[in-house]
């Protein structure tokens, strides 16, 4: 009897010590797949699968679990037994500009490897832009802009020159991961985010031979869990006179007389 209570007391601690944690990890849209979950000091970590769900074992009283996500604040939980801890991760727009959407995810400016150019809000042409390719215009290196002219029709535009005499030179356009025919026309400018233009053959490798004349990746804005804000964009025009011309008549009959 005695050495049974002394197993008890001896396995019951450890029992107490090493406890797990599950729970779902989400934004403002909803779950977030891929979040690394670890505990502070450790090595010991697991990430959220695709619907948001996680399961972190080992955990003992006073341990502080790390939540990160690429633009997304890092999130702290001290843990004290509890069994499910939820959490919702917060955008961090600081960091947001320093990550580059490229074809094959999302990574920081400093671990890029190939010719790509971001253009955020911050950067877009001010005034009253109507059109994508206004926002665009002159922005970025190697990246032509040319506006038709004509009402309805989209911009021309070319990365980094010509690639093809007769075939079509027109960069491949990504509207949150769907490629879209129809050129930056049938995008709203107004719901644009960020552009992420891919230049060289590394960088739109992914997308084989459509990405053969580059590739514009356009980000659109979602929703944020913060305090509401409200945006307005108002634009008033008016013409003047820049000289007014005085004109005299003359009599007609004061002329005959004169000419007479």
Same mark, same amino acid.
């Given at each position: 009897?005695?050495?049974?209570?002394?197993?008890?007391?001896?396995?019951?601690?450890?029992?107490?010590?090493?406890?797990?944690?599950?729970?779902?990890?989400?934004?403002?849209?909803?779950?977030?797949?891929?979040?690394?979950?670890?505990?502070?000091?450790?090595?010991?970590? !697991?990430?959220?699968?695709?619907?948001?769900?996680?399961?972190?074992?080992?955990?003992?009283?006073?341990?502080?679990?790390? &939540?990160? &996500?690429?633009?997304?604040?890092?999130?702290?939980? !001290?843990?004290?037994?509890?069994?499910?801890?939820?959490?919702?991760?917060?955008?961090?727009?600081?960091?947001?500009?320093?990550?580059?959407?490229?074809?094959?995810?999302?990574?920081?400016?400093?671990?890029?490897?190939?010719?790509?150019?971001?253009? !955020?809000?911050?950067?877009?042409?001010?005034?009253?832009?109507?059109?994508?390719?206004?926002?665009?215009?002159?922005?970025?290196?190697?990246?032509?802009? !040319?506006?038709?002219?004509?009402?309805?029709?989209?911009?021309?535009?070319?990365?980094?020159?010509?690639?093809?005499?007769?075939?079509?030179?027109?960069?491949?356009?990504?509207?949150?991961?769907?490629?879209?025919?129809?050129?930056?026309?049938?995008?709203?400018?107004?719901?644009?985010?960020?552009?992420?233009?891919?230049?060289?053959?590394?960088?739109?490798?992914?997308?084989?031979?459509?990405?053969?004349?580059?590739?514009?990746? %356009?980000?659109?804005?979602?929703?944020?869990?913060?305090?509401?804000?409200?945006?307005?964009?108002?634009?008033?025009?008016?013409?003047?006179?820049?000289?007014?011309?005085?004109? %005299?008549?003359?009599?007609?009959?004061?002329?005959?007389?004169?000419?007479?």
């Amino acid at each position: 009897m005695i050495k049974k209570l002394l197993l008890l007391l001896v396995f019951l601690p450890c029992s107490m010590m090493a406890q797990t944690m599950s729970g779902v990890v989400s934004d403002a849209m909803g779950p977030l797949p891929g979040v690394n979950i670890v505990v502070q000091g450790t090595s010991n970590g !697991t990430a959220t699968d695709f619907d948001g769900n996680y399961s972190l074992s080992n955990l003992k009283n006073g341990d502080v679990v790390v &939540f990160s &996500f690429m633009g997304f604040k890092d999130f702290k939980v !001290t843990y004290a037994g509890q069994a499910k801890q939820n959490v919702t991760m917060a955008e961090d727009a600081q960091a947001l500009d320093e990550v580059v959407v490229v074809g094959y995810g999302s990574v920081k400016k400093e671990d890029l490897t190939g010719s790509v150019s971001l253009v !955020t809000a911050k950067d877009f042409n001010k005034g009253a832009i109507n059109t994508v390719d206004g926002l665009l215009n002159g922005r970025t290196p190697g990246v032509n802009v !040319t506006s038709s002219g004509t009402p309805g029709n989209g911009a021309t535009i070319r990365i980094r020159g010509q690639s093809s005499l007769l075939g079509n030179n027109d960069p491949l356009i990504v509207v949150d991961g769907l490629p879209i025919t129809g050129g930056l026309s049938s995008v709203n400018p107004n719901d644009i985010a960020s552009f992420s233009i891919l230049k060289d053959a590394s960088a739109t490798a992914i997308y084989g031979n459509r990405g053969a004349n580059g590739v514009i990746l %356009i980000t659109t804005k979602k929703g944020s869990s913060e305090s509401l804000k409200v945006s307005v964009n108002m634009f008033t025009t008016y013409n003047t006179l820049a000289r007014i011309m005085y004109m %005299i008549q003359m009599n007609e009959d004061h002329d005959s007389v004169r000419s007479s």
